[in-house]
């Protein structure tokens, strides 16, 4: 007996000895990845399942290297997986699929170009039974949010044209003098610019227009589209009433809601003109992302109550008949989880993205749950509020859509070795079946590796969740350098998801420290809203915890740990380093350094008391207190700044800028490095080669300072040594 279990544990080790030098082998055939592997990703966006469930139609992004940008194309793939996606359009921007109610058609968005300038984004109908794609609109301000009416005859959509801009155009047309244009600006509003969208132009608010679609482009002419709402208010992208007969959307109907909590509110229209009546509201609530449920009596969507004002508060499931006056029932009162968000990576698709309601499947609703680092479906009962799981495991997932009867969903699924791509299940909750593939050929060349999850408790006892992503040849032996990398939001959570930015540093030879402190999304109410009027602070806490738990690990060189974050993980990098010297070098990225000075210029308000409990004059001290700048005596580390000259959500006079010429006074080591024509997207959806080269620089400033390497381009002048050390070689 004991010979034979010798033999057996003998057999066992000689397994395990195989099976670790092929893994190794397997590896070494492998390639590290490259920050310039973005060049080569796909990404799949925006999948809509077809009304019988058999086809999905979805947006695959690619990057084009020579323009610098991003092309969107229509695609499609059988959903019981038999053969491979096709392309549907020849347009490289071509967005937001929705199929007709017989499944016959698509209508979609597409920009095209003239001159190369791109125009005004206009609804195209596409025959399934063959033909090319015909432009249904013209509109001056352009088009978005198609949605076709029950009998499929009628398009609704929202645009900020004005009747007054059809007439313009018509009067253009026929006259050949050309009219002077003013680019002045009279602002009178406290928000009037949007981060990544510009200037609002508060003339146009978006509005609800319908269309009716003819059988072919051949009836001429077109119909003219009808405008349904008016006024100075912005209306959210409309449904359908199941008779056709009017639209449901939501809308604050305040001219300045800022001064309010947010208070959106459901609103009827008739569908060939008439009166906007309010049906639905929440006392001190705000209602989004409609659903209406298959036999048109009750309404799904995401609200939240903002009383008391809170800096977070949790999205919950509702559900409320259609008729005027009834009464909105809050289905996850007690469910503490997201509704109706999951988890944030750095690789979401950067164009065609498309959003995500709640669905109705049979007599239950379907919700996306942000649940400790993931995001997964759920079922909830429109009675009971009773859940139950549609899809598990340890994956984000980003987007999804049903078929007319709720049976089959299409599912756009991400983990931390996946991009993201389509899959199909059941909406009895089996298991997903994938249908793309898109990005296997790349990722088979190259060494990836899942990151390990941790738990550790923080100063006070509250258990935090981190992810450590370590270089594929890891020996826990040895000593690395770390990186710290803070998410922004301040409300929002790392988690299973994948992100290009932590397995490149990793692929550089760091380990990456990834945690979600508490003010992070997906762990409660409480867990979320604690750093109210506490922000910076005890989350910088947690932070510390986190690196004395992998210190402690033995494999973290401590003398050669570096910190870095975006926007709220910027406001926490500049904290951090004013607060220990304990990091070798610092990367702060699109930050924020005086509140006060942010409360001014941000594209956001803070009138309500939801960071701050007044304006900066009212509460000088806290202000002040809380800003990184006011600890600037304290900075010695090394500062990297990365800044998009077209923030507006942190704005570089409110933050980088200031610490640079602070800290040059100081004449202490920093450097600046300004992004043309970049938003606050610019890890995520910014110009390709941008991206590439924020990698770069961030990377260039941990070699420099933690791994001792002398990188040209960041001397005061070429060749003379500064106070960074670095010489150009």
């Not at 080569?40 to 990057?63: C, E, L, R, Y």
């Not at 920009?111 to 090319?132: D, F, M, N, R």
């Not at 009546?277 to 109550?305: C, E, H, M, T, Y």
């Amino acid at each position: 007996m004991r010979h034979r279990f010798a033999r057996v544990v003998l057999s066992l080790i000689i397994a395990t000895v195989f099976s670790i030098f092929t893994t190794a082998a397997w590896s070494a055939d492998k390639r590290l990845i490259t920050e310039k592997d973005i060049f080569k990703f796909i990404w799949v966006a925006d999948p809509q399942i077809s009304p019988d469930g058999s086809q999905v139609v979805f947006v695959k992004v690619t990057v084009n290297e020579k323009s610098n940008d991003y092309e969107t194309s229509l695609w499609t793939v059988a959903s019981n997986g038999q053969g491979a996606p096709q392309r549907l359009t020849s347009g490289i921007r071509d967005t937001s699929p929705r199929w007709s109610p017989d499944g016959m058609k698509l209508a979609f968005v597409r920009t095209t170009e003239h001159e190369g300038k791109p125009q005004a984004s206009q609804i195209y109908v596409l025959p399934l039974t063959g033909g090319e794609p015909w432009a249904l609109t013209s509109l001056a301000k352009g088009t978005r949010s198609p949605v076709w009416s029950p009998d499929g005859t009628k398009l609704a959509f929202l645009s900020g044209t004005l009747a007054s801009d059809i007439e313009k155009a018509e009067k253009k047309a026929e006259s050949e003098k050309q009219e002077h244009e003013s680019d002045v600006r009279v602002i009178t509003r406290a928000v009037y610019r949007a981060n990544g969208a510009g200037y609002i132009d508060a003339k146009r608010p978006s509005h609800i227009w319908v269309i009716s679609v003819p059988a072919a482009p051949s009836e001429t002419p077109l119909p003219k589209p009808q405008l349904l709402t008016n006024g100075p208010y912005t209306e959210g992208a409309p449904i359908w009433s199941a008779d056709g007969s009017q639209l449901y959307f939501t809308s604050s109907r305040t001219l300045e809601p800022y001064y309010e909590v947010p208070s959106d509110s459901i609103y009827a229209v008739p569908a060939n003109g008439g009166e906007v009546a309010k049906v639905i509201s929440i006392p001190n609530g705000d209602v989004g992302a409609l659903a209406l449920s298959p036999d048109g009596r009750q309404f799904a969507f995401r609200g939240v109550v903002n009383k008391p004002v809170q800096s977070y508060t949790q999205d919950d499931l509702w559900v409320s008949g259609v008729a005027p006056g009834s009464s909105p029932k809050n289905l996850t009162a007690n469910f503490d989880y997201d509704i109706g968000s999951g988890v944030g990576g750095d690789q979401s698709p950067p164009r065609g993205g498309g959003g995500s309601r709640p669905l109705w499947s049979g007599n239950s609703i379907i919700d996306l749950v942000g649940k400790q680092g993931t995001g997964n479906l759920n079922r909830f009962d429109p009675q009971s509020g009773k859940f139950s799981s549609v899809t598990e495991g340890k994956q984000d997932v980003v987007s999804f859509s049903a078929s007319k009867d709720g049976s089959k969903l299409a599912l756009l699924i991400s983990t931390p070795t996946k991009i993201g791509d389509l899959y199909v299940a059941d909406a009895s909750g089996s298991a997903p079946k994938q249908l793309t593939n898109f990005n296997d050929k790349l990722f088979s060349q190259i060494n990836l590796t899942e990151p390990e999850e941790i738990w550790y408790t923080s100063f006070d006892g509250k258990k935090i969740q981190t992810w450590v992503q370590k270089p594929p040849d890891f020996d826990p032996t040895k000593k690395y350098p770390l990186i710290l990398d803070i998410h922004g939001g301040p409300h929002s959570a790392y988690g299973y998801t994948f992100d290009h930015e932590f397995q490149w540093m990793a692929a550089k030879g760091y380990v990456v420290l990834y945690p979600n402190p508490r003010g992070s999304t997906t762990y409660g109410q409480e867990f979320g809203n604690v750093i109210q009027y506490h922000y910076p602070g005890d989350d910088y806490k947690d932070l510390m915890a986190g690196v004395d738990e992998l210190i402690k690990r033995g494999y973290v060189d401590e003398k050669h740990m570096g910190v870095t974050g975006g926007s709220g993980g910027g406001v926490l990098t500049n904290w951090t380093i004013g607060h220990t010297n304990r990091f070798a070098a610092a990367a702060s990225q699109r930050s924020i350094s005086d509140w006060a000075d942010f409360w001014y210029t941000a594209d956001f308000t803070l009138f309500q008391p939801s960071w701050f409990r007044g304006a900066p004059w009212q509460d000088p001290a806290d202000f002040k207190a809380r800003s990184p700048i006011t600890y600037i005596e304290e900075i010695k580390t090394p500062l990297m700044l990365i800044e998009g000259e077209a923030d507006y959500r942190t704005p570089p006079t409110s933050g980088g800028e200031q610490l640079f010429r602070a800290l040059k006074f100081l004449k202490r080591p920093v450097v600046m490095v300004r992004f043309p024509e970049e938003s606050h997207e610019l890890s995520r959806s910014g110009k390709p080669w941008h991206r590439v080269e924020r990698l770069e620089n961030i990377v260039n400033w941990f070699d420099i300072y933690l791994q001792g390497k002398k990188i040209p381009g960041y001397e005061i002048a070429p060749g003379i040594e500064t106070q960074t050390g670095a010489e150009e070689e």
